[in-house]
């Protein structure tokens, strides 16, 4: 039986970053929403339930900019008292290539300010993550700031590839929840 109460999307507020790559955890919440479930602001995020078939889920997306993310999952954590191996984090990752998957417990923050955030706010850094690899800029965009990348809007021919990210990544979570970790980790 999974330990796995809560899983956190990361992205930024607001239709302006709407289908870039620093919102890909917001992009995958919004796939797994309930059906006839929808975003409640609460606790400055938006928050859902997820059913998977016994498992009852808390879905959340800190309604704050990323470098933020921490403050209100700190708070909401702390509100329904889970521990931080109770969490799953979906975020961004620029260290693997578009279109991958990871998944791991703890560890450091790797540059990902939202990580940092979060491991602050929960004081540890024993929680999962799911990384998606939005990869790096190269070809005619090498030369872009790596923060102008994250926040760039995936094109047509992107969001058809991101859409098979999200879907096995449904799939890993799924795995997690229902079978654990490693059987998770194999699934990728």
């Avoid at 800190?62 to 799953?88: C, D, Q």
């Avoid at 929960?122 to 690899?133: A, N």
């Amino acid at each position: 039986m999974s330990e796995i109460k809560i899983i956190a999307g990361l992205g930024n507020p607001g239709p302006e970053y709407e289908s870039t790559r620093h919102n890909i955890g917001f992009l995958l919440l919004d796939r797994l929403l309930s059906p006839g479930e929808s975003w409640k602001e609460k606790g400055g995020a938006l928050q859902s339930e997820l059913r998977l078939g016994s498992h009852k889920l808390l879905l959340v997306k800190p309604y704050t900019f990323m470098n933020l993310s921490g403050e209100p999952l700190g708070a909401i954590m702390k509100y329904y008292r889970y521990e931080p191996s109770e969490l799953v984090v979906v975020q961004d990752d620029i260290d693997l290539p578009a279109g991958k998957i990871r998944l791991r417990l703890g560890g450091g923050d790797g540059g990902h300010n939202g990580i940092r955030s979060i491991t602050r706010h929960l004081g540890s850094s024993d929680f999962l993550r799911l990384k998606l690899g939005v990869g790096k800029p190269d070809g005619d965009l090498a030369s872009m700031d790596i923060s102008d990348w994250v926040l760039k809007r995936y094109n047509s021919e992107e969001l058809v590839a991101v859409d098979d990210q999200l879907r096995s990544a449904e799939q890993v979570l799924e795995t997690l929840i229902k079978e654990g970790l490693v059987a998770a980790q194999n699934k990728i």
